[in-house]
């Protein structure tokens, strides 16, 4: 025999004084009871096995070692940088007019003929013909209203760089597209980003602008052209 | 006989007065959502490249549209309903207390709309978030822009401050032992508003004096920004769930089965889940450790909570009832809810839309996958369905039932208001469709044009285009809701045809319930996480897929 409850219309919700607000009772199907009601609200939550099964959350499914880098394959091999990430904003660092006068200096080492400019060029010429350089190759790009610097970056695949960021006026978006999908990154004034990229694949990609940072916004833009690394001899 | 109907029935015996403030709040929220959809069907067909609107007179739109819908639309109505379930569901036979300051708030929420059109027309285009940097100079349009949100703030304080104060007084007089849930979820709310406001107060200050030429150029923004933004963007959801909780009792007599204490719990639990929950908005600011970001996960996996469990309660309750009544089948009891009433319509057309808003969201609460989606279009396309398709959907079905009882007059052609939620629903999908699609592939938000030279892949446009069309079909829909109520409000030319006929309703409180099984509800959240995984693990698989590996750096 099942309890019952009644209810009256009326006072907005249930009230206190009412006799259905009793609240359960034990014959009450199982999902009409409010246990149950409280244990699925929390539903939502069991996305983290989703997360933990890509290694993207603590004690994830691949034993609680570190989350893997942003694209889920495993961070990629640190350089100088490691160990920093996740600790914050370093104590001290490059301003924007620094960070600018570097970037400057980063171009004109690295300028071709065509204006495109190829980071680790000069490195190169002083290196042993078609070595693979020892350790990321650095990367300054600036951000700015509203272009970037360089405009044009000429990578190879398979080759680690070091992308050293900022944005120099105002806030601004450094993002690229890479054929189905993107990578951004959110840049502030004075704040240096750095970011270990490593490409798999050759193409010509746009790098756009992410924040809104103006009228021109939707103007701001660059290409990064990355070149097949040809086989070592 | 007249049914006893406790929503209309309380609006018509407030004070003459109560009923003035009341309208005022309505007619505000009713101009805010009027000019919102003006600017945002603009900047729509322009970003879908049907009209060219230059980039000031763009961004302008742009900025105008968020200003008005996410601050004004939303917090006028929200003003306007908290007042109504505050006095309604406590004491209406003594109205509302402390008007003088709700009628203050209101004053000052209207000044600060006044003061931000004025920074929005005059001034660089900054967007609804307005970084002061972007500004460059202290100026007129800046200084309006930071009082015009200040104003807002303190405004929303004097009538949240109104609401809590009709709430408890009558527990301080004697004549409730208890708060009545209503109210207690509308003390609640006012609670968070107040925080909110003082948020804001935090995050605008600074800038409204640098902006004024009283101090310098303020440190850092973006932090107190996000946090009241955060504050903001749960408040109308958590005023939504109320309003479906008040509404379905209007629309079929139910009340909970679980009681009121529970009811309680629940709507308590957005102030315990809400405020910690605001870092997923920030995942991609340069200075944000790993660690905080990681915490920023965890946390927000429990936002959808207080909503999930209201629903459930909302929904359970229902189903309970229905069956009882002699539903058969196990979705049989939805095809009895009293689909032709306008307002059952858009709300049942919001728990739709809120649950493909919210496992949309759920994708940006993790933060590896920030990277890929954070600033593109994928931002717009997943809120639209909250704000609009959930949301505004429920505050306009509120309206629907509070204004004509309010006025006295019938509401105009309810027949075809029931189909203003398909008709924004569809505009919905096509926007919401497209711009998650969008976002998948990297388009940005916040740009009016995303050719790039022809540098960015054609799909873009085109995706664009269907972005356009879904929000011209959204506007059609929303502008069909405000003829009708400000027609209500101000009765223009003959008197509506609908001749006062009560819109239809079921009664199923008084049918006594058993061992009724609920199923509709743990289907539905099984539906939510279904969905979730799925978009999320697109994400995730298109991460995996881009040809080139990222790692983390240090930020200096």
């Known amino acids: 025999m099942h309890r019952v409850t009644r209810h009256a219309p009326g006072h907005g919700g249930a009230d206190g004084a009412a006799p259905g607000d009793q609240g359960d009772t034990q014959h009450r199907h199982f999902t009409a009871r409010r246990g149950f009601v409280a244990a699925a609200g929390f539903g939502m939550v069991g996305v983290y096995f989703l997360w933990a099964g890509y290694g993207a959350a603590p004690l994830g499914f691949d034993g609680g070692h570190e989350a893997p880098a942003e694209d889920g394959r495993g961070a990629a091999p640190e350089p100088s940088s490691a160990g920093h990430a996740g600790h914050g904003a370093a104590a001290s660092g490059s301003s924007s007019e620094e960070f600018r006068k570097l970037s400057e200096a980063f171009v004109e080492q690295n300028k071709l003929a065509d204006g495109s400019v190829q980071p680790g060029r000069a490195m190169q010429d002083h290196a042993m013909h078609g070595a693979a350089p020892q350790g990321p190759v650095d990367v300054y790009l600036m951000a700015y209203q509203w272009g970037y610097a360089p405009s044009v970056l000429r990578l190879e695949t398979g080759v680690p760089y070091r992308f050293r960021m900022m944005a120099v006026d105002v806030a601004h978006g450094a993002s690229l597209q890479l054929g189905r999908a993107g990578r951004m990154v959110r840049l502030r004034p004075g704040t240096q980003v750095e970011q270990a990229l490593t490409f798999s694949q050759p193409g010509e990609y746009l790098l756009y602008c992410t924040v809104y940072c103006g009228l021109a916004h939707d103007r701001m833009q660059g290409r990064v052209i990355v070149s097949m690394r040809e086989a070592q001899s | ?556």
């Open chain 2, 1 to 556: 006989m007249k049914e006893h109907h406790a929503l209309i029935d309380g609006l018509k015996a407030l004070p003459a007065a109560d009923q003035r403030l009341l309208k005022s709040c309505i007619a505000a929220a009713l101009a805010a959502l009027l000019l919102g959809v003006v600017f945002g069907a603009a900047t729509a067909l322009a970003r879908g490249g049907f009209v060219e609107l230059g980039p000031l007179t763009g961004y302008r739109s742009m900025t105008a549209h968020a200003v008005s819908i996410f601050f004004y639309w939303l917090y006028f109505a929200q003003a306007g309903l908290l007042l109504v379930f505050a006095t309604v569901f406590t004491s209406h036979r003594h109205g509302i207390e402390w008007r003088w300051a709700a009628w203050l708030g209101l004053a000052l929420m209207l000044a600060g709309f006044a003061a931000s059109l004025f920074g929005v027309s005059s001034g660089t285009p900054l967007l609804y978030d307005a970084p002061p940097e972007l500004g460059r100079e202290p100026s007129a349009a800046l200084g309006a822009t930071y009082v015009g949100y200040l104003l807002l703030a303190a405004g929303l304080f004097c009538v949240a401050t109104a609401g809590i104060a009709t709430t408890v007084a009558p527990l301080a007089r004697g004549e409730h032992d208890r708060m009545p849930v209503v109210s207690f979820a509308a003390c609640a709310w006012a609670g968070l508003l107040m925080v909110s406001a003082i948020a804001a107060a935090n995050a605008f200050l600074p800038s409204a004096l640098w902006a004024l030429g009283l101090r310098g150029a303020p440190a850092e923004y973006a932090t107190g920004w996000h946090i009241l933004f955060h504050n903001m963007h749960y408040l109308p959801l958590m005023a939504t769930v109320l309003v479906w909780y008040v509404l379905v009792e209007a629309l079929t007599g139910v009340k909970s089965i679980f009681g009121a204490r529970f009811s309680k719990i629940v709507f308590a639990l957005y102030l315990v889940f809400v405020p910690p929950t605001s870092l997923y908005h920030m995942f991609l600011e340069p200075n944000l450790t790993e660690a905080v970001r990681v915490a920023g996960s965890l946390l927000s996996l429990f936002i959808s909570v207080p909503t999930v469990t209201v629903f459930l309660v909302i929904v359970a309750s229902l189903e309970v009832h229905a069956r009882a009544h002699g539903a058969k089948g196990l979705f049989g009891w939805i095809g009895m809810l009293p689909w032709r009433n306008p307002a059952m319509s858009a709300i049942g057309f919001a728990v739709v839309n809120l649950a493909l808003g919210g496992a949309l969201s759920f994708v940006l609460i993790q933060e590896k996958l920030a990277a890929l989606l954070s600033d593109t279009f994928f931002v717009p396309g997943y809120f639209h369905f909250l704000t609009v398709g959930t949301v505004t959907l429920t505050f306009l079905a509120a309206l629907l039932y509070v204004l004509p009882a309010l006025t006295g007059r019938p509401l105009w052609r309810p027949e075809v208001l029931r189909w203003m939620p398909h008709l924004a629903s569809a505009g919905l999908a096509l926007f919401g469709g497209a711009g998650i699609a969008a976002g998948y592939a990297g388009v940005p938000r916040r740009v009016l044009e995303v050719s790039y030279d022809g540098a960015a892949p054609a799909a873009w446009t085109a995706l664009m285009s269907v972005v356009g069309s879904g929000g011209a079909l959204m506007t059609a829909a929303l502008l069909v809701y405000v003829y009708a109520l400000l027609r209500n409000l101000m009765p223009l030319g003959t008197a509506a045809p609908a001749g006062g006929e009560a819109l239809p309703e079921v009664r199923w409180g008084e049918v006594v319930t058993g061992a009724q099984r609920a199923w509709s509800g743990p289907l539905a959240v099984t539906i939510l996480v279904g969905l979730t995984v799925a978009f999320t693990m697109l994400a995730f698989e298109l991460m995996r897929a881009l040809p080139l590996t990222a790692g983390a750096g240090a930020v200096h």
